[in-house]
């Protein structure tokens, strides 16, 4: 059974999975079963690449257990339970790097991301606030929630491989 940790070091509230590794793997399985296929669609066109991958939540049984976590951190961290979750998938390939953005452009009161795979060099998040950006490297099986108005980006991927990660926004529910 995988057991969450929150930490807040504000601005940033950070996750970490113990037992996560099932998790992670059913989720890469998943992932790259329906990458390509007819229940997934790609979004957000910068830096000559489509940022987001979006995979119908029906196609993905196994992100269940990785939304319930993420889900029980948002309604601790938001002090509420009428919370709804939309997800993503990142994936940059190598020389990739995702662009400066925020996530301002709803009712969104939380967003967040959890690193499935992180080889060595794979690109810190950058998180944007008062005292300059924070550099976070990515590690598997963690999770980083911070304010939706936080401008953000990741680095380069200079891994020579795959990173990957599945990012969240929680709002009120409807």
């Given at each position: ?7 807040t ?26 990458f ?13 690449r ?20 993420a ?38 009161l ?24 924070t ?9 980083i ?13 200079r ?16």
């Open positions: 059974m995988s057991q969450l940790y929150l930490h070091e504000p601005p940033l509230h950070l996750g970490r999975v113990d037992g996560h590794q099932p998790i992670t793997r059913s989720v890469l399985g998943a992932f790259d079963r329906e390509g296929g007819p229940n997934m669609h790609q979004s957000h066109l910068e830096l000559g489509l940022e987001n991958i979006w995979i119908t939540r029906e196609a993905i049984p196994e992100i269940d257990p990785l939304l319930t976590l889900n029980q951190a948002a309604r601790t961290i938001l002090g509420r339970d009428d919370l709804r979750a939309t997800f993503w998938f990142n994936r940059m390939l190598p020389g990739e790097r995702t662009a400066r953005h925020n996530h301002e452009e709803g009712d969104e939380l967003s967040g991301v959890y690193y499935l795979e992180t080889p060595p060099d794979c690109g810190d998040l950058l998180i944007y606030h008062t005292g300059g950006p550099h976070i490297p990515p590690r598997e099986g963690r999770f929630f911070f304010a939706p108005r936080l401008a953000h980006a990741v680095e380069e991927n891994s020579g491989q795959r990173r990957l990660s599945v990012a969240f926004n929680f709002g009120p529910e409807e």
